[in-house]
């Protein structure tokens, strides 16, 4: 499944913020408008926990009414479709939970499913006289309940599937917003994307440990147990671990080798006055753990050395060729699928991928995690030009904060030449290898200007009578006749500018301020 709209009500500065996503997505804007909220949020909504939840998380501080996250999920496989069913809508699957605080400080979560529900009462599970004989006769579904005997619940929901199979097109339903479904959780702990969230300050050390929430340790697991599906000596090898514990442990209690149960009583002795009994237990580990402590990177750049011995920018690197082999090992395991389920898709999600990496690797960086998103979906959100292009535009998710409504997105998925090719051949050609450009994405305000002689005048003119700041650019728009596709792309953003031209005839059609 894929992530296709997420919705994230009074968290931190997303007091209402709704964003439909793609595959893949860059998020831009200023520092401090909420980009990485976004981030948090949706990894608090994948994960099971709630221990960074407190009032801070409160849009405002202000704990009345709960946080609300709410996504929706298209692209079901057809495990997925199959567990799911009763919880999609057109295919869909929608979720939301819900975080109050209690009058004790503590967080309490709900879960509440999007559900077709059928309108009549009498063909929902939660039907609540499915029991009593005499109602039940005088309903359609009678010919599908034993003629005698007790109805439970379970012969009562069998009824409720052959009587939808046979009259399918008679059955009428209603989406209807449930809480907390039966059976809805457990469900959804399995089949929720995982998302693995790449801070800006985090260490490459980090992603390249052997635990199970590191890119490595994620690596290694699953390269060990396909290893170990298929190799016997790894069934072999288990064995032996169990019966390594087994010497240690013994066949019953009291039979536990003799150095462990004096280390205890040597325990039990110094905590005498706490009145506790002290038991070691040993427990063998499974495979794919013994190679995970046993698992180290070494890099070699002309002095093989360990990962963190490595400038910022090689270790930066490597975390990106991680997530490369990552989606190379997702769309091998897909090939080789033999009734197995496909294992949980992933969020990928950066925060300034940028850092430490020189512009050509940037663009080398781009383009590598533009094509890992065609297995699990990537989201990043940047600072430099060199990770925007053009050319994905309708990736862009341009990232505002008000005081007063907190953080919006703004996207633009319409096409923005009109479907003429050769308008957006022609702009991608004034733009091509020039990230210069990209900079009205990032700028409070845009000057748009016909030349290079522009571009340099007016920067100076600005610092001789004291105006100049930083937060302007001044963009060359190589030509008077480009200058109105800047425009269009600048009013698609509501990007705030201003127009420079001479008074050279042009058309009108092409005159700013005219048809566009």
Known sequence: MKLKHFKAERYRSLKEFDIDVDEFMILIGENNSGKSNFFHALD??????????????????????????????????????????????????????????????????KYFALMKVP?????????????????????????????????????????????????FDKVRYRTEKRENPAGFKQVLDGYLPEMH????????TEETKTTSTALLGRL????????????????QLQEALERIKKVIEGDKPGDKIAEIKEL??????????????????????????????????????GLPTSIEDKGHGLQRSFIFALMRVWASESKKHIASETGIIREQSTIFAFEEPEL????????????????????????????????????????????????QDGTKALRVTADLFGGKKELKDQFNLIRFFNPERNEVFFARKVVLVEGATEKAIIP????????????????????????????KVLNAYSIPYAVIYDEDAIPDEEKPGGSM
């Open 44 to 109: 608090l909504f994948l994960s099971a926990t709630t221990k960074n939840v407190d009032s801070s998380t409160f849009f405002k501080h202000v704990i009345d009414n709960p946080i609300l996250l709410t996504a929706s999920f298209d692209k079901l496989t057809v495990p997925e479709q199959e567990k799911l069913r009763p919880w999609t809508v057109d295919e869909m699957l929608t979720v939301t939970k819900e975080y109050a605080i209690d009058k004790a400080g503590k967080i309490n979560v």
């Open 119 to 167: 309108e009549d009462p009498w063909l929902n599970e939660e039907f609540e006289d499915y029991s009593n004989r005499d109602v039940v006769v005088k309903l359609p579904i009678a010919g599908f309940l034993p003629q005698s005997g007790r109805i439970t619940k379970e012969v009562y929901k069998q009824a409720i599937i052959q009587y939808k199979t046979k009259y």
């Open 197 to 204: 969230l790449v801070h800006a300050v985090r260490e490459a």
């Open 220 to 235: 290694m697991t699953a390269v060990v147990r396909r290893i170990a599906q298929f190799n016997p000596a790894f069934k």
């Open 264 to 301: 205890e009583n040597n325990i039990q002795q110094a905590l005498s006055l706490w009145d506790v009994k002290v038991d070691i237990k040993v427990e063998a580990p499974d495979v794919d753990r013994v190679f995970q402590l046993g698992t180290n990177v070494v890099l070699d750049d």
């Open 356 to 403: 430490f990496l020189h512009p050509q690797i940037c663009r080398a960086t781009y383009e590598a995690l533009k094509e890992i998103s065609t297995t699990d979906q990537i989201f990043l959100c940047t600072h430099s030009s060199h990770f925007v292009n053009m050319e994905d535009y309708k990736n862009l998710a341009l990232i505002r904060k008000s005081a």
């Open 460 to 487: 100076l003119i600005a610092r001789r009578i004291g105006t100049f700041d930083h937060g302007v650019s001044v963009i060359d728009c190589a030509g008077k006749f480009n200058l109105t596709l800047y425009m």
